[in-house]
């Protein structure tokens, strides 16, 4: 059984750039989430995707956007990148949005300069 | 708007000394109540699930408890590879199904 895995594992950009971070479920689950963790703080939850339509969203701005693809593997975008941006961004897999277990991947560390 | 505070912000612990770990929630109807540690670096990896107060379930050394506005992740005897930071988090019944996590207890078990 695979886990999730999320690339690339570390990323610099610069304010104001675009970045695509990416996701690959767990085998057997068919929902995504994605979470921001800034140093020293909990995740916080940006948006959950299930059957490829976005089925939940937390207080997040509409330039952070997704995507999940038939295979249930996930692209979350950023589009005109603050320096607050730069945090760890966590991948997380479930089946269905159950909360028994959702899997969480190594995370992308984001550097905004 | 879902709360989770947990207490202490760190604790460090002798080897074998046991304790707990707290987290206070605000929410309007429990989905469910999760434990998760996360070393750094690392994402979180899932430790318990609670549903109901009265709930409890144990894993080696940690065991999790809930009520109906608190949870305690009891740690007994621990171990330096015990040390880490222990997240916790909420989920609503019929909300965004994001989990809402607090911001940890980080703990260190010293040798």
């Known amino acids: 059984e695979t886990g999730v895995t999320q690339s690339p594992t570390h990323l610099i950009k610069t304010r104001g750039q675009q970045v695509t971070l990416r996701c690959s479920s767990q085998?057997?689950?068919?929902?995504v989430s994605w979470y921001q963790q800034a140093l020293g703080q909990g995740p916080q939850f940006i948006f959950q995707?299930?059957?490829?339509?976005?089925?939940g969203r937390g207080n997040f701005p509409p330039r952070f956007s997704g995507l999940q693809f038939p295979n249930y593997s996930s692209e979350l975008n950023v589009n005109a990148l603050e320096l607050d941006d730069s945090a760890l961004y966590l991948c997380?897999?479930?089946?269905?949005?159950?909360?028994?277990?959702?899997?969480f991947g190594s995370g992308t560390r984001l550097t905004v300069v | 708007e879902d709360q989770v505070t947990q207490s202490p912000e760190a604790l460090r612990l002798q080897e074998g000394e046991s304790s707990s770990l707290n987290c206070s929630y605000t929410?309007?109807?429990?989905?469910?109540l999760f434990w998760y540690r996360q070393d750094p670096g690392k994402g979180p990896e899932f430790l318990f699930t609670?549903?109901?107060a009265g709930e409890e379930k144990e894993k080696e050394r940690l065991k999790a408890t809930l009520t109906k506005k608190e949870s305690f992740l009891h740690i007994t005897a621990p171990k330096p590879e015990d040390s880490a930071t222990y997240l916790c988090?909420?989920?609503?019944?019929?909300?965004?199904?994001?989990?809402?996590f607090g911001k940890g207890t980080h703990l260190i078990i010293q040798p």
């Open positions: 997380a897999s479930s089946w269905a949005g159950q909360g028994v277990g959702y899997t």
């Open positions: 085998s057997g689950h068919n929902t």
């Open positions: 995707y299930y059957r490829e339509e976005e089925n």
């Open positions: 929410v309007s109807g429990l989905r469910g």
């Open positions: 609670l549903y109901s």
């Open positions: 988090a909420v989920q609503e019944r019929g909300g965004a199904d994001g989990l809402t």
